[in-house]
């Protein structure tokens, strides 16, 4: 047989069996003593800095007590998403910028003056209730006190929010005293 029909012979015959299977190519051999690849970083950590606080305020006239996010780290404090000092603006209704508190003016009430006495302090507001107000800003008196027992000769006097007031107290050195 001629060289031509041995090839043609042979390449008839081995389109007959299946070609011979080769292992893929690796994408990429690993290198002798590579580095091992770096894992991916984690996420992010979330830390909440913001804390729920209970604090007194004044709205509609009366004591309240809101919840306020403060942030332990900055000491920012919001409540609804506003910073507390524009949701409860100090100024108002409380005595802290009052003219007449500033001044340290007597405090008239039931025909007596009363005078400030020592700091302001924090009271708590479920002990107190309104009993009047002098010129925009509410008083407080403690609950449940009637005039015979001594209520009403003692006044709260609120400064600024967080249930911080001033306490006022009857002066008799300047007051009209009854009896003798």
């Not at 919001?78 to 108002?92: K, L």
């Not at 508190?101 to 009363?114: C, K, Q």
């Not at 302001?120 to 009047?132: A, D, F, K, Q, S």
């Amino acid at each position: 047989m001629p060289v031509r029909a041995l090839v043609l012979a042979a390449a008839l015959a081995g389109a007959a069996c299946a070609p011979a299977r080769v292992p893929p190519e690796p994408a990429c051999r690993p290198r002798v003593n590579a580095p091992e690849p770096t894992p991916p970083a984690p996420p992010p950590v979330s830390i909440t800095t913001a804390q729920p606080v209970r604090v007194c305020v004044l709205r509609g006239g009366g004591l309240e007590e809101v919840v306020i996010g403060y942030d332990v780290l900055t000491g920012d404090s919001t409540y609804q998403g506003r910073p507390f000092s524009e949701a409860f603006p100090a100024d108002s209704p409380y005595a802290a910028s009052a003219r007449w508190f500033i001044d340290g003016e007597m405090l008239p009430w039931r025909g007596r003056r009363l005078a400030k006495y020592g700091l302001p302090r924090v009271i708590e507001g479920e002990y107190l209730e309104r009993v009047g107000e002098h010129r925009g800003v509410p008083l407080f008196a403690e609950e449940g006190l009637d005039e015979e027992a001594g209520g009403g000769w003692v006044l709260y006097v609120p400064v600024q929010p967080g249930c911080v007031f001033q306490v006022y107290l009857i002066d008799y050195h300047s007051s009209a005293v009854r009896g003798d």
